[in-house]
């Protein structure tokens, strides 16, 4: 048995006073937070902004070295960045025009980054907080809460993180208004092997992710591909409730949620 296991360190018992508790101060915590405001009229601004519009979400796998980001930048489609994706900038001149981090891991190995550039940021606010992320006009927070199964429409109250970033981009996106949005680099195979969620510290070079930097030597959660997979049917269902549509764009990849088209198509049709 490995003692390190989220799920065997988990509580034995389901209380709902306990989580509920810990829900609503944080809450309140929160609404008291000027920033919280701010936030909440940046995100008012950014819904149905793009009502009925394309978006390309960057999911950070390695297939995304074989996007063609030059087609990308020529059908000038909203593009969402996630986590890490400034480590492609320095052999790209592609930018998307706004990047998604919620993990906590991912925002302190990459702050630097985040408090120096001027690409709109949505990042989680607890975690921005502990690493005295300053309130740029570039910078809006997100608030996470909500139960397990839920799904924001509108993301100016809270966000729900799920399993991987890429959930918290397609709530955004739907946000947005984008009708149509595609994934690429969403791989959902990774190298790097063990219980889901585990924290662990990254090898020399990181085989999981499109660039080997992504987490060398530092800590990071292995990933929850079940849990991954509920989410995006989840938001699959939500897309086509309202009549919009999530394609896997990615080249490759284990991921057969959506339906698979190329970017090209993508792009170039519908």
Request: aromatic share 14%.
């Amino acid at each position: 048995m490995d003692l390190e296991d989220p799920l065997v360190k988990r509580r034995e018992t389901l209380n709902p006073y306990l989580y509920n508790g810990h829900a609503i101060a944080k809450r309140l915590l929160w609404d008291f937070n000027p920033l919280s405001w701010m936030s909440r009229r940046t995100l008012g601004k950014w819904k149905n902004k793009y009502e009925g519009e394309k978006a390309v979400i960057l999911c950070n796998g390695p297939s995304l070295n074989k996007v063609d980001f030059n087609l990308v930048s020529e059908k000038d489609c909203f593009v969402f960045g996630l986590n890490k994706i400034n480590l492609l900038f320095d052999r790209s001149d592609f930018r998307p025009n706004c990047i998604v981090a919620v993990n906590p891991f991912v925002i302190e190995q990459n702050k630097e980054f985040y408090r120096q550039t001027e690409i709109q940021l949505f990042l989680d606010a607890f975690s921005a907080w502990k690493m005295w992320m300053p309130p740029h006009s570039n910078v809006c927070f997100l608030h996470s809460g909500g139960p397990s199964h839920g799904f924001a429409k509108d993301c100016s109250i809270s966000v729900n993180q799920g399993p991987t970033v890429t959930y918290v981009a397609l709530q955004l996106a739907f946000h947005m208004g984008f009708k149509y949005v595609a994934l690429v680099g969403a791989d959902h195979d990774f190298a790097a092997k063990g219980a889901a969620n585990k924290t662990v510290k990254g090898k020399n070079r990181d085989e999981s992710h499109f660039d080997p930097r992504y987490f060398a030597n530092v800590k990071w959660q292995l990933p929850d591909l079940f849990e991954s997979e509920v989410a995006y049917t989840r938001a699959n269902i939500v897309y086509n409730a309202h009549d919009r549509e999530i394609f896997n764009c990615t080249v490759g990849g284990e991921l057969d949620v959506f339906n698979r088209i190329s970017l090209d198509e993508f792009l170039c049709g519908k």
